[in-house]
Every structure is written in C-alpha cells, then in structure tokens.
C-alpha cells in the first residue's frame, strides 16, 4: 500500500530564492513600509489622544473568531489603524519612560534579524551570530574595564540581566562558603538567611530576583540613600554588620548606576571595596547608565564599575535600539559553569571538546534573537564619538531645563538631574497640599489624551510628582519649554475643578 502528498507550493510565504517568495516579500516591506512612513508624517502629536476604552472600541473586530486569507494590500487599512495609535517615541514631547527613540541603522538590523530568523542557542543554528555576538560581548567587556578573564552574554534586557546576576551570586555564595551545589542539590537549608543589599530606590526588579529565586522578597534589604538618591556607604556597613548579629547571610550588594526615577549613580568604588571586606558579590545594575561609558565628558561617573563581579547593560535605552536588547556582563567567565547545562540533542559536551561555540550554556534562555546585529550595526554605522554626542547633548538639555524649573514660582524642582531624568511637580504658591497632589495627578493622563505629551508620574516620599526622561537627542529647549507652559495651564485649569 503506497500513500502520496499532495504537492502544494508555499513559496509565497517564505523568504527563499524564488522568484513568487521574493515578489511577496518585496510587496510586504514595501507597504510596511509605506504605511510607517506615512503615519509618521501625519503624526504631529506624541500620541492620537485616544481613551482607553475609545481605541479598544476602535480595534473592534481585529481579531474574528476565524481568521481568513487577505492579501496584505487589503488590510492596510487595519495596520494604518495600529501604527497611527501608537506612542510616537522619536517625537520630542514623548518623555515618559526610558523608551528611546531607535536608530535606524537598528531598525535595518531588525529586518535582517527577522529575515534569517538565527536562534542564538547552539552554533548550528547560528554560525556568523555565535562569533559576532563573542567578538561584540568582549569588545564590551573591555569597555567596561574588564580583562580577559570576563565575558557575557546578550539577553532581553535590564530585567534578565540582574536576574542572572542574582542567580549566580546566590549558587557562588552556596558553593563557596556552604559546598552546596544548588543547580543540582537545589536550595540549601540556609537559603532563609539569604540577603540581598540594594539602595532603596533600586529598580522593582531585584526583588522580583529574589522572588523568582526562592529566596523571597523579603530577603531584599533596602538600604536608605541620601539627598541625591545614592546609596549611602555608612548605612551599608550598618546594615551588614547587623545583619551578621542576627545570623543572617549577606550574600549580594547591588549597586545601581542611573536609578529609574532620577538617574542616580551609587557611589560604585566604595560598595566594591565593601563588598570585597566582607567577601560578598557586588552586582552593577547600570540598565540605564551604562551608556555613559560612550561619552568622553561623563564616562568619569561610572568609575568603579570595573570592580563589579557583574554588570547589568540595557541597550534599548541610551544606546538607542529596538526593544529588546540588553547584556550580561561577568567578570570571571568561569563562573558562568554555575548554570552550565548540556542536551544531547542540542548542545552536547562533544561540541565544546571540539571547540565549536554554543552560547546557551551561558544564558538562562535557550531561544534567543541574534540582538547583537543591532548593536553592531549601529556602533559601525554611527561610530562611539556620535553616540557619546547624543548622550551628552541629552545631559545637557536636562540639565537646562532643571534650571528653569528651579527657578519657577509654579513648579518644584526634586533632583539635580545626574543623566538626563528631571523630576519635579506643578506647585502654585496658592494651592493647598490637596490640590497638589490631585492635579499632579492628573496632568499626565490629560496631556496624553490631548495627544500633546507622554510624560511620567512617580512619587516621592508620598507626594505625586511628574518627569521628564529625556532620551530623544531630537527633543529641545524650545520643545520643553513649551511643554512646561503646557503644563502650568493644564495645571491651573486642574485646580478650577
């Protein structure tokens, strides 16, 4: 008995040498691109001013109970509709969260990222990616002031990267001072002393760490920072020593180097140097300022981040690229052997004996994007002295519109900006603290729905507050300015309500 399949061709909707499947394609990226092209331009607002409610009425019906086959010149209409209610991140009032503007060298990358569609798991899938994303991963660990020992690995980004980092302190503090092999033996019966030293205005993210790795979130000790928002060295060492009073088991400091809300940098040589006294893992979460490497005016602040046993790098933040992007930088590579793990299938020890290169075994990922490309792309095409250009021109401005905001009887200024974040709050003499409070919080939601700004709201000690995060070298002076008298109208129509 014989059996046979049906030949059906699906050329058309894969990229390959035929000449069906490269029309296809070309018609697909040339809409695609059309279609961004042309919402951009019409777009001269950071966002539609669309609701909630009122943009889910709008995309009612996108997705039937089954879909059917259309051609992509049919649902045009449908795409334009989702690009034209998207925030708009290069336009120079979208100043809400550290989402950047992307490069379009970047966004080249991407498609070919996507077209060749490499998964970073074992060399056989990615040839060229595997040795682009070694050769780029040291370069930045000789950015970082690392030797040769050190090495790394490319991850989705900041929330990834401290993880890791976390992760590997707690199995090196369970391997050296316990002789506890936690990827095998699981955690040890000591892990409820686990502690973890973090300023008090670290990013969320280390206590999801600690969560996710059994340890709690109350295994997170927030040390108080000072009137800059820097974790205080004096507090540290408090802390540690009662710490040990208690039986606890420090086994982690992180440093963070550009808090979330203001930008801050933990003082990085002293937290080393108190780390290596009392024979702790020193963890740099630099998602935000690692950038600042790039400069030749600010690189100074990052001093002492080569000390760091790892370092967190995000760079879908001021390396300008397409979410996600970020690294995982470690000092000693052989540590990475912490979380080593082999498949038969996939990565077997044969390959390493051999020298063929699989980066899983560095990564808590298996099916990764060749990310690298992008990174690369753009360092070729823009070169360290422009990216260090944009940065500091972003310093600049925040700097600048500090002073302005200082300086203003209607606004109260909360930080001396140390990158490019600028909080403060709208604070008329004449208004009560309830008033203050209510329009603060309030002003960011209104001017989005106006589609005039995105901007952000935190808090301080309590009290709402608004910010600026100023990552878009094409945003002004002017831009701003014009936005805080934006603001200060809203505000005082607020306070008639």
Not at 62 to 91: G, M, W, Y
Not at 283 to 296: E, F
Not at 400 to 413: H, W
């Amino acid at each position: 008995m014989s059996s046979s399949i049906q030949v059906r061709r699906f050329d058309r909707y894969f990229l390959t040498e035929q000449t069906e499947s490269i029309e296809s394609y070309q018609q697909a990226i040339s809409i695609t691109q059309n279609l961004i092209i042309k919402n951009l331009s019409q777009q001269g607002q950071a966002y539609s001013g669309l609701a909630p409610q009122e943009l889910k009425t709008s995309l009612r019906n996108f997705c039937p109970k089954s879909f059917i086959q259309r051609d992509i010149q049919k649902i045009q209409a449908e795409l334009s509709k989702i690009i034209s209610n998207a925030a708009v991140v290069t336009h120079p009032t979208c100043v809400a969260h550290l989402h950047c503007p992307p490069l379009i060298p970047a966004i080249a990358a991407e498609l070919i990222i996507a077209s060749l569609n490499q998964s970073m798991d074992s060399w056989d899938q990615s040839p060229s990616a595997t040795i682009l994303e070694q050769q780029l991963t040291q370069w930045l660990c000789d950015l970082f002031g690392y030797s040769n020992a050190a090495d790394g690995i490319f991850t989705s980004g900041g929330t990834q990267s401290n993880l890791m980092g976390l992760l590997l302190a707690r199995d090196y503090y369970a391997k050296t001072h316990l002789n506890w092999h936690i990827q095998q033996q699981g955690l040890p019966p000591e892990a409820s002393q686990f502690r973890i030293l973090c300023s008090d205005v670290a990013h969320f993210t280390i206590r999801q760490a600690a969560a996710i790795l059994g340890l709690g979130e109350n295994a997170v000790i927030p040390i108080e920072t000072d009137e800059n928002f820097q974790l205080k060295p004096a507090n540290l060492v408090e802390n540690l020593i009662l710490l040990k009073q208690k039986n606890l088991r420090p086994i982690a400091i992180v440093a963070t180097a550009g808090t979330t809300d203001f930008g801050s940098i933990d003082p990085l040589t002293e937290l080393a140097k108190i780390a290596q006294d009392h024979d702790l893992w020193f963890h740099v979460d630099a998602a935000y300022g690692s950038a600042l490497k790039l400069s030749q005016t600010h690189a100074y602040k990052l001093a002492g981040i080569e000390l760091a046993d790892s370092i967190t790098v995000d760079f879908h933040k001021l390396f300008y690229q397409p979410i996600s992007c970020g690294a995982f930088l470690l000092k000693n590579q052989a540590n990475f052997s912490l979380i080593k793990l082999h498949a038969d299938y996939l990565n077997p020890e044969s390959n390493e004996a051999q020298g063929i290169p699989d980066l899983v075994t560095k990564s808590i990922q298996t099916t990764r994007r060749f990310d690298a490309l992008k990174l690369w792309l753009s360092l070729q095409t823009l070169g360290i002295k422009t990216f260090g250009e944009m940065i500091d021109y972003t310093i600049k401005l925040a700097a600048a519109i500090a002073k302005i905001i200082a300086e203003d009887p209607e606004l109260e200024l909360a930080n001396n900006p140390t990158i490019n974040a600028v909080v403060f709050r709208y604070r008329p003499p004449q208004a009560t603290a309830t008033e203050i409070e209510r329009i603060n919080q309030h002003i960011p939601k209104q001017l989005m729905l106006e589609g005039k700004a995105i901007i952000a709201q935190t808090q301080i000690k309590g009290k709402n507050h608004l910010k600026f995060t100023l990552l878009n070298p094409l945003t002004t002076l002017t831009d701003l300015k014009q936005l805080l008298t934006q603001i200060k109208s809203l505000g005082q129509t607020l306070q008639q309500v």
